[in-house]
Protein backbone atom coordinates (compact mmCIF):
# COMPACT_ATOMS: atom_id res chain seq x y z
CA UNK A 1 0.00 0.00 0.00
CA UNK A 2 1.20 3.76 -0.73
CA UNK A 3 0.72 6.69 0.43
CA UNK A 4 -1.67 9.26 -0.90
CA UNK A 5 -0.56 10.53 -4.11
CA UNK A 6 -2.53 14.36 -4.21
CA UNK A 7 -1.66 14.29 -8.38
CA UNK A 8 -4.63 11.08 -8.47
CA UNK A 9 -8.01 10.79 -7.36
CA UNK A 10 -8.31 9.06 -3.92
CA UNK A 11 -11.60 8.76 -1.97
CA UNK A 12 -11.92 8.20 1.78
CA UNK A 13 -13.92 5.31 3.35
CA UNK A 14 -16.76 7.57 4.27
CA UNK A 15 -17.09 9.30 0.76
CA UNK A 16 -17.22 5.81 -0.76
CA UNK A 17 -19.90 4.42 1.68
CA UNK A 18 -22.45 7.66 0.52
CA UNK A 19 -21.64 7.09 -3.47
CA UNK A 20 -21.89 3.23 -3.39
CA UNK A 21 -25.03 2.62 -0.62
CA UNK A 22 -22.59 0.05 0.98
CA UNK A 23 -21.78 0.68 4.84
CA UNK A 24 -18.36 1.75 6.37
CA UNK A 25 -18.17 -1.41 8.63
CA UNK A 26 -18.87 -3.22 5.42
CA UNK A 27 -15.71 -1.46 3.35
CA UNK A 28 -13.97 -2.42 6.35
CA UNK A 29 -14.43 -6.26 5.86
CA UNK A 30 -14.25 -6.08 2.56
CA UNK A 31 -10.53 -4.46 3.65
CA UNK A 32 -10.09 -7.25 5.93
CA UNK A 33 -10.32 -10.10 3.76
CA UNK A 34 -8.66 -8.12 0.59
CA UNK A 35 -11.79 -7.73 -1.32
CA UNK A 36 -11.58 -4.51 -2.16
CA UNK A 37 -8.29 -3.06 -0.36
CA UNK A 38 -7.71 0.55 -0.56
CA UNK A 39 -4.46 1.20 -2.64
CA UNK A 40 -3.23 4.23 -0.11
CA UNK A 41 -3.23 5.90 2.99
CA UNK A 42 -3.69 9.22 3.87
CA UNK A 43 -0.29 10.54 6.05
CA UNK A 44 -2.88 10.20 9.26
CA UNK A 45 -3.04 6.48 8.15
CA UNK A 46 -6.54 6.40 6.99
CA UNK A 47 -8.11 4.36 4.00
CA UNK A 48 -8.11 6.16 0.82
CA UNK A 49 -9.45 4.82 -2.58
CA UNK A 50 -8.43 4.92 -5.93
CA UNK A 51 -10.64 5.15 -8.82
CA UNK A 52 -9.90 1.87 -9.73
CA UNK A 53 -10.92 0.51 -6.74
CA UNK A 54 -14.52 2.36 -6.60
CA UNK A 55 -14.16 0.53 -9.98
CA UNK A 56 -13.91 -3.02 -8.03
CA UNK A 57 -16.13 -2.53 -5.62
CA UNK A 58 -19.10 -1.79 -7.94
CA UNK A 59 -18.20 -5.02 -9.88
CA UNK A 60 -18.27 -6.65 -6.32
CA UNK A 61 -21.66 -5.43 -5.86
CA UNK A 62 -22.62 -6.70 -9.12
CA UNK A 63 -21.87 -10.14 -8.34
CA UNK A 64 -23.11 -9.92 -4.71
CA UNK A 65 -26.56 -8.67 -6.55
CA UNK A 66 -26.63 -11.95 -8.34
CA UNK A 67 -25.39 -14.19 -4.81
CA UNK A 68 -22.10 -15.10 -5.60
CA UNK A 69 -20.47 -15.64 -2.19
CA UNK A 70 -17.59 -13.32 -1.30
CA UNK A 71 -15.03 -16.11 -2.06
CA UNK A 72 -16.34 -17.00 -5.13
CA UNK A 73 -16.20 -13.35 -5.94
CA UNK A 74 -12.47 -12.81 -5.12
CA UNK A 75 -11.72 -15.98 -7.54
CA UNK A 76 -13.49 -13.93 -10.25
CA UNK A 77 -11.64 -10.53 -9.67
CA UNK A 78 -8.13 -12.11 -9.23
CA UNK A 79 -7.76 -15.57 -10.71
CA UNK A 80 -6.85 -15.26 -14.25
CA UNK A 81 -7.82 -18.88 -15.56
CA UNK A 82 -11.24 -18.39 -13.94
CA UNK A 83 -14.56 -18.28 -16.02
CA UNK A 84 -16.19 -15.71 -16.15
CA UNK A 85 -18.79 -16.42 -18.63
CA UNK A 86 -19.44 -20.37 -16.95
CA UNK A 87 -19.80 -18.67 -13.22
CA UNK A 88 -22.45 -16.37 -14.92
CA UNK A 89 -24.23 -18.81 -16.89
CA UNK A 90 -24.61 -20.97 -13.86
CA UNK A 91 -25.55 -18.21 -11.82
CA UNK A 92 -28.70 -17.51 -14.30
CA UNK A 93 -29.99 -20.96 -14.29
CA UNK A 94 -29.70 -20.70 -9.75
CA UNK A 95 -31.56 -16.71 -10.17
CA UNK A 96 -33.95 -18.42 -12.92
CA UNK A 97 -34.70 -21.32 -10.27
CA UNK A 98 -35.72 -18.62 -7.58
CA UNK A 99 -37.53 -16.28 -10.05
CA UNK A 100 -40.01 -19.56 -10.48
CA UNK A 101 -40.34 -20.29 -6.50
CA UNK A 102 -40.93 -16.49 -6.05
CA UNK A 103 -43.71 -16.63 -8.41
CA UNK A 104 -45.16 -19.40 -7.01
CA UNK A 105 -44.90 -18.33 -3.89
CA UNK A 106 -46.32 -14.92 -4.63
CA UNK A 107 -49.46 -17.00 -6.81
CA UNK A 108 -49.95 -18.75 -3.30
CA UNK A 109 -50.05 -15.46 -1.37
CA UNK A 110 -52.61 -13.97 -4.16
CA UNK A 111 -54.81 -16.82 -3.38
CA UNK A 112 -54.66 -16.61 0.59
CA UNK A 113 -55.31 -12.80 -0.14
CA UNK A 114 -58.36 -13.85 -2.20
CA UNK A 115 -59.29 -16.25 0.38
CA UNK A 116 -59.32 -13.88 2.71
CA UNK A 117 -61.29 -11.42 1.01
CA UNK A 118 -63.66 -13.66 0.36
CA UNK A 119 -64.15 -15.24 3.78
CA UNK A 120 -63.44 -18.56 2.16
CA UNK A 121 -60.55 -20.05 3.47
CA UNK A 122 -59.93 -22.54 0.55
CA UNK A 123 -57.26 -22.57 -2.00
CA UNK A 124 -57.89 -21.24 -5.96
CA UNK A 125 -57.49 -25.32 -6.29
CA UNK A 126 -60.08 -26.29 -3.71
CA UNK A 127 -62.52 -23.20 -4.69
CA UNK A 128 -62.47 -24.74 -8.39
CA UNK A 129 -63.08 -28.39 -7.01
CA UNK A 130 -65.70 -27.82 -4.73
CA UNK A 131 -67.75 -25.06 -7.09
CA UNK A 132 -66.56 -25.87 -10.51
CA UNK A 133 -64.21 -24.38 -13.17
CA UNK A 134 -66.71 -21.35 -13.84
CA UNK A 135 -67.34 -20.40 -10.59
CA UNK A 136 -67.05 -16.46 -10.48
CA UNK A 137 -66.77 -16.20 -6.66
CA UNK A 138 -64.02 -13.58 -6.95
CA UNK A 139 -65.77 -10.74 -9.07
CA UNK A 140 -69.10 -11.79 -6.69
CA UNK A 141 -67.04 -11.16 -3.98
CA UNK A 142 -65.76 -8.20 -5.31
CA UNK A 143 -68.82 -6.80 -6.28
CA UNK A 144 -70.80 -7.96 -3.08
CA UNK A 145 -68.07 -5.96 -0.95
CA UNK A 146 -68.73 -2.82 -3.18
CA UNK A 147 -72.55 -2.95 -2.52
CA UNK A 148 -72.90 -4.07 1.10
CA UNK A 149 -69.06 -3.80 2.12
CA UNK A 150 -70.16 -1.71 4.80
CA UNK A 151 -73.89 -3.39 5.92
CA UNK A 152 -74.27 -5.52 9.37
CA UNK A 153 -74.98 -8.79 6.52
CA UNK A 154 -71.92 -8.64 5.03
CA UNK A 155 -69.54 -8.00 8.63
CA UNK A 156 -71.65 -10.96 9.59
CA UNK A 157 -71.23 -13.19 6.63
CA UNK A 158 -67.21 -12.83 6.49
CA UNK A 159 -67.25 -13.64 10.53
CA UNK A 160 -69.40 -16.84 10.00
CA UNK A 161 -67.36 -17.95 7.05
CA UNK A 162 -63.78 -17.36 8.89
CA UNK A 163 -63.97 -20.41 10.12
CA UNK A 164 -65.47 -22.39 7.52
CA UNK A 165 -63.02 -25.37 6.53
CA UNK A 166 -63.19 -27.25 2.91
CA UNK A 167 -65.57 -29.79 4.31
CA UNK A 168 -67.87 -26.81 5.40
CA UNK A 169 -67.53 -25.00 1.96
CA UNK A 170 -68.11 -28.86 0.05
CA UNK A 171 -71.26 -29.46 2.49
CA UNK A 172 -72.88 -25.94 1.41
CA UNK A 173 -72.30 -26.72 -2.04
CA UNK A 174 -74.40 -30.48 -2.24
CA UNK A 175 -77.01 -28.34 0.40
CA UNK A 176 -77.43 -25.83 -2.66
CA UNK A 177 -77.13 -28.12 -5.27
CA UNK A 178 -80.21 -29.94 -3.10
CA UNK A 179 -81.97 -26.71 -3.00
CA UNK A 180 -81.98 -25.49 -6.50
CA UNK A 181 -82.64 -29.38 -7.99
CA UNK A 182 -85.47 -29.04 -5.25
CA UNK A 183 -86.43 -26.34 -6.83
CA UNK A 184 -86.75 -26.91 -9.79
CA UNK A 185 -88.63 -30.25 -9.26
CA UNK A 186 -91.27 -27.43 -7.67
CA UNK A 187 -91.26 -26.14 -11.08
CA UNK A 188 -91.82 -28.86 -13.26
CA UNK A 189 -94.49 -30.32 -10.47
CA UNK A 190 -96.58 -26.90 -10.55
CA UNK A 191 -96.19 -25.75 -7.07
CA UNK A 192 -98.18 -22.49 -7.51
CA UNK A 193 -95.68 -19.61 -5.30
CA UNK A 194 -98.12 -18.74 -2.39
CA UNK A 195 -99.09 -23.06 -2.06
CA UNK A 196 -97.99 -24.96 0.85
CA UNK A 197 -95.24 -26.52 -0.99
CA UNK A 198 -93.30 -23.32 -2.63
CA UNK A 199 -93.48 -21.49 0.98
CA UNK A 200 -91.44 -24.47 2.33
CA UNK A 201 -88.72 -24.39 -1.07
CA UNK A 202 -88.92 -20.68 -0.16
CA UNK A 203 -88.23 -21.05 3.67
CA UNK A 204 -85.48 -23.96 2.40
CA UNK A 205 -83.82 -21.00 0.67
CA UNK A 206 -84.30 -18.16 3.65
CA UNK A 207 -82.41 -21.46 6.06
CA UNK A 208 -79.21 -21.25 3.09
CA UNK A 209 -78.90 -18.07 2.99
CA UNK A 210 -78.95 -17.68 6.96
CA UNK A 211 -75.70 -20.12 7.24
CA UNK A 212 -74.11 -16.76 6.20
CA UNK A 213 -76.30 -13.67 7.86
CA UNK A 214 -78.78 -13.50 9.73
CA UNK A 215 -81.76 -13.01 6.33
CA UNK A 216 -85.46 -11.56 7.29
CA UNK A 217 -88.02 -11.64 4.19
CA UNK A 218 -87.05 -8.40 3.12
CA UNK A 219 -83.67 -8.96 2.63
CA UNK A 220 -84.40 -12.28 0.82
CA UNK A 221 -87.02 -10.61 -1.19
CA UNK A 222 -84.19 -8.33 -2.32
CA UNK A 223 -82.21 -11.32 -3.33
CA UNK A 224 -84.57 -12.94 -5.61
CA UNK A 225 -84.98 -9.23 -7.18
CA UNK A 226 -81.27 -9.64 -8.01
CA UNK A 227 -82.36 -13.11 -9.47
CA UNK A 228 -84.13 -11.86 -12.40
CA UNK A 229 -82.34 -8.56 -12.79
CA UNK A 230 -79.30 -10.05 -13.09
CA UNK A 231 -78.25 -11.95 -15.96
CA UNK A 232 -75.73 -13.96 -14.47
CA UNK A 233 -77.72 -15.11 -11.51
CA UNK A 234 -80.55 -15.33 -14.41
CA UNK A 235 -78.48 -18.01 -16.54
CA UNK A 236 -77.30 -19.65 -13.73
CA UNK A 237 -81.22 -20.51 -12.66
CA UNK A 238 -82.34 -20.86 -16.17
CA UNK A 239 -79.48 -23.42 -17.10
CA UNK A 240 -80.99 -25.40 -14.29
CA UNK A 241 -84.36 -25.20 -15.80
CA UNK A 242 -85.70 -22.86 -17.90
CA UNK A 243 -87.87 -20.17 -16.40
CA UNK A 244 -86.61 -21.34 -12.69
CA UNK A 245 -84.78 -17.69 -12.08
CA UNK A 246 -88.59 -16.15 -12.33
CA UNK A 247 -89.99 -19.20 -10.53
CA UNK A 248 -87.87 -18.48 -7.46
CA UNK A 249 -88.26 -15.18 -7.30
CA UNK A 250 -91.92 -15.09 -7.45
CA UNK A 251 -91.89 -18.38 -4.54
CA UNK A 252 -90.14 -16.08 -2.51
CA UNK A 253 -92.33 -12.52 -2.74
CA UNK A 254 -95.19 -14.64 -2.52
CA UNK A 255 -93.95 -16.63 0.65
CA UNK A 256 -92.53 -13.13 2.33
CA UNK A 257 -96.29 -11.14 1.38
CA UNK A 258 -97.62 -14.39 3.56
CA UNK A 259 -95.44 -13.12 6.68
Not at 60 to 73: M, S
Not at 139 to 146: N, T
Amino acid sequence: MVAVNERKSFHTVGAIARMTGVSVRTLHHYDEIGLVPPSARTSAGYRAYSDDDVERLHRVLTYRELGFPLEQIATLLDDPSADAMAHLEQQRTLLTERIDRLHRMVAAVEDMMNSKKQGIQLTAQEQTEIFGDDWMGEQYAEEAEQRWGETAQWKQSAERTASFSKADWQAIKDETDALEAALAAGLAAGYAPGGAEANRLAEQHRASIEKFYDCGYDMQVCLAQMYVADPRFTKHYDDIAPGLAQYVHDVIVANAEQQ
